[in-house]
């Protein structure tokens, strides 16, 4: 009797030890996703302060706030590929005067 | 730690949480049917539910803060919980700051299951039938990746394992009007969700009509005829 008990005890251990072991997994599995996915939209669209000129209304263009369906060739990605520094502008401040005669400057839509 | 990387890691964390809770529903569903074999006892079943929530629920809290310590747009702590409190693309936001709210609930009701009633606690769980498509519509709305094939495939994936969830979940319901209801009620969902991101995020000029504000988007700089 008292063995049957140790076996059920056993069992329930063992069950518990490996949801703990596929739950650390899991969670560790989460956090090397966030950062490989951060990683990876790092590389695939702009961030909200990359800048580029554009044609207002182009599909895709980095004026919808996302690049995904854009050619490589005219991406421009992050301050590391475009040297673009980041705008330090905040969003309630007025936006800066265009004196050029080319299109537009257009931020991405952000987060 | 600057504003890209932030911004890169709010889109990353929301993602990945969606992920882990789409995984949460399915265990949930399939510890509710008490499903179950030698090899995947009940037991391990329950315990990856919770333990999925509360990484869940980690990642949303790591989502919430990046995106309030972002200072590229003016997000407060207060716009994490309350809908309406900011007003970068507000509805979808508040979508957000809801689901947000619907999961604390029943985080905490489920951290205090011993000490409530069990129609109560279940009553508050069942919201994370409405937690989860909130969530979804929040990022589909908010995010501006939603046109990136991996991060549309990640929602697709995600969508079609809730469905097979629940539909698996209703076919073995003894109820014909529970099975026809859930089932009508999941595919209007499924295709207003369809028709929401083919002819929202999908289409041109969806920041500005989601609610981004112009000085954001340079709309000031942009014909009127955009979006």
Redesign the interface.
Same mark, same amino acid.
């Given at each position: 009797m008292r063995s049957a008990l140790q076996n059920a005890i056993s069992r329930r251990d063992d069950r518990l030890a490996r949801t703990r072991r596929l739950s650390v997994g899991i969670a560790t599995g989460a956090t090397l996703a966030s950062v490989g996915l951060a990683a990876v939209l790092g590389a695939a669209i702009p961030g909200h302060a990359s800048t580029t000129r554009t044609t207002p209304g182009n599909s895709g263009s980095p004026a919808d706030g996302s690049s995904g369906t854009k050619p490589t060739s005219q991406r421009t990605t992050g301050p590391s590929r475009t040297g673009l520094t980041p705008p330090t502008r905040h969003p309630g401040q007025p936006q800066p005067s265009s004196g050029s005669s080319g299109p537009p400057v257009v931020h991405s839509g952000g987060s | 730690m !600057?504003?890209? +990387?932030l911004?890169?890691? +709010? @889109? $990353? +964390?929301g993602?990945?949480a969606l992920?882990?809770l789409t %995984?949460t529903i399915v265990l949930g569903v399939v510890g509710a049917a008490r499903a179950a074999s030698p090899r995947w &006892?009940r037991?391990?079943t329950a =315990?990856?539910h919770k !333990?999925?929530a509360l *990484?869940a629920t $980690?990642?949303v809290a790591?989502h919430v803060i990046t /995106?309030v310590l972002?200072?590229?747009?003016?997000i407060g702590v207060v716009a994490a919980f309350v809908p309406f409190a900011s007003d970068?693309r507000p509805i979808w936001l508040s979508l957000g700051a809801i689901a947000f709210d619907l999961l604390l609930a029943v985080l905490v009701t489920s951290l205090l299951r011993d000490r409530l009633n069990v129609r109560v606690w279940r009553a508050v769980h069942l919201l994370v039938y409405a937690c989860w498509p909130i969530a979804l519509w929040h990022g589909l709305g *908010?995010? +501006?990746? /939603?046109?990136?094939?991996?991060?549309l495939g990640i929602n697709i994936v995600c969508v079609l394992a809730v469905a097979a969830a629940i539909w698996w979940r209703l076919s073995l319901s003894p109820s014909r009007l529970l099975k026809a209801t859930g089932a009508a009620t999941m595919a209007i969902a499924m295709a207003l969700t369809v028709v929401f991101v083919l002819a929202g995020?999908m @289409?041109? =000029?969806? &920041?500005a009509r %989601?609610g /981004?504000? &112009? %000085?954001?988007?340079?709309l $000031?700089?942009?014909?009127a005829?955009?979006g």
């Amino acid at each position: 009797m008292r063995s049957a008990l140790q076996n059920a005890i056993s069992r329930r251990d063992d069950r518990l030890a490996r949801t703990r072991r596929l739950s650390v997994g899991i969670a560790t599995g989460a956090t090397l996703a966030s950062v490989g996915l951060a990683a990876v939209l790092g590389a695939a669209i702009p961030g909200h302060a990359s800048t580029t000129r554009t044609t207002p209304g182009n599909s895709g263009s980095p004026a919808d706030g996302s690049s995904g369906t854009k050619p490589t060739s005219q991406r421009t990605t992050g301050p590391s590929r475009t040297g673009l520094t980041p705008p330090t502008r905040h969003p309630g401040q007025p936006q800066p005067s265009s004196g050029s005669s080319g299109p537009p400057v257009v931020h991405s839509g952000g987060s | 730690m !600057n504003s890209q +990387t932030l911004w890169y890691l +709010t @889109r $990353a +964390t929301g993602i990945v949480a969606l992920v882990l809770l789409t %995984a949460t529903i399915v265990l949930g569903v399939v510890g509710a049917a008490r499903a179950a074999s030698p090899r995947w &006892p009940r037991v391990v079943t329950a =315990g990856l539910h919770k !333990n999925l929530a509360l *990484t869940a629920t $980690a990642l949303v809290a790591v989502h919430v803060i990046t /995106t309030v310590l972002d200072p590229f747009v003016s997000i407060g702590v207060v716009a994490a919980f309350v809908p309406f409190a900011s007003d970068y693309r507000p509805i979808w936001l508040s979508l957000g700051a809801i689901a947000f709210d619907l999961l604390l609930a029943v985080l905490v009701t489920s951290l205090l299951r011993d000490r409530l009633n069990v129609r109560v606690w279940r009553a508050v769980h069942l919201l994370v039938y409405a937690c989860w498509p909130i969530a979804l519509w929040h990022g589909l709305g *908010t995010g +501006t990746d /939603t046109k990136l094939g991996l991060v549309l495939g990640i929602n697709i994936v995600c969508v079609l394992a809730v469905a097979a969830a629940i539909w698996w979940r209703l076919s073995l319901s003894p109820s014909r009007l529970l099975k026809a209801t859930g089932a009508a009620t999941m595919a209007i969902a499924m295709a207003l969700t369809v028709v929401f991101v083919l002819a929202g995020p999908m @289409r041109p =000029g969806w &920041p500005a009509r %989601a609610g /981004t504000p &112009p %000085a954001l988007l340079g709309l $000031a700089l942009l014909p009127a005829s955009l979006g």
